[in-house]
């Protein structure tokens, strides 16, 4: 671990006020900066699939319950659905899919409208997440110039990421399973997972988000029995194509450590 610290530390040495990091391992931890809180962009999207996944266990909502969609609910940014002929309806699992492995807005939308804002920020009061907020829809540029964002750290989303990665009483193993398996199905792979290779048995769980100066990546690693808990945080970028390279070479010294 200290020698994981020390590589992921030398890396980032000409821009660490940049970066806010939590890292959790059967060894140890690396936190840097890890509980400031800053703009969440899509990696929010992680607790709202662990709430609607709660929410499903508790019968409120169906997996295979189809969802219309009218046109005036379709958003840009990343994603498919806006963009696709003839798509006005989906089952709620299709909408948790697209949410997570290709960051669709509009399927976060429609979910959050499903399982409630209220819903999702009591999640984050349940498990003492006090730097996690949800004030806003994705692509919601008239909230964002009313001064509401959504907001996270470092440390609330390895605390997410271990509801979803080991056994506890908010949520059973049949949907924490779930939920690994559309993380394994992320198509945004440029940052942490860059250097994976499926040849090393290393294995990635991985969400993104991303926003204009911004770049994270939240991550659950596996070989074997052996996970680390990830959550690489990042702004204050003119480039977010550079901040996109150092969480590349910082997934490495992960691919590393875990080798």
Request: a neutral charge.
């Amino acid at each position: 671990m200290l020698h994981l610290e020390k590589r992921i530390c030398e890396t980032i040495k000409d821009y660490r006020d940049r970066f806010f990091i939590a890292i959790s391992t059967d060894e140890g931890t690396i936190q840097l900066n890890a509980d400031r809180q800053v703009r969440a962009a899509s990696v929010v999207k992680v607790p709202i699939m662990i709430e609607a996944f709660r929410q499903v266990e508790a019968g409120s909502v169906e997996l295979d319950q189809p969802i219309d969609i009218d046109e005036g609910s379709k958003v840009g940014g990343c994603g498919v659905i806006k963009y696709l002929t003839r798509s006005n309806r989906f089952t709620f699992r299709n909408l948790l899919e697209l949410m997570v492995i290709v960051s669709d807005n509009t399927a976060a939308n429609l979910v959050l409208d499903k399982v409630g804002v209220n819903s999702v920020n009591q999640l984050f009061e349940q498990l003492g997440c006090r730097n996690t907020q949800i004030e806003r829809k994705f692509m919601d540029a008239e909230a964002i110039e009313a001064g509401r964002d959504n907001y996270t750290s470092a440390s609330d989303m390895v605390t997410l990421l271990k509801i979803i990665g080991e056994t506890n009483a908010l949520i059973t193993q049949s949907s924490r399973s779930q939920m690994l398996e559309i993380l394994s199905r992320q198509q945004f792979r440029q940052k942490l997972p860059c250097y994976s290779d499926p040849d090393s048995g290393v294995r990635f769980y991985n969400k993104t988000g991303e926003i204009p100066g911004v770049e994270h990546d939240v991550a659950i690693v596996q070989r074997g029995k052996a996970r680390i808990y990830a959550a690489v945080l990042t702004q204050g970028w003119q480039n977010n194509g550079m901040a996109q390279r150092y969480l590349a070479e910082i997934g490495k010294h992960l691919i590393a450590y875990m080798s």
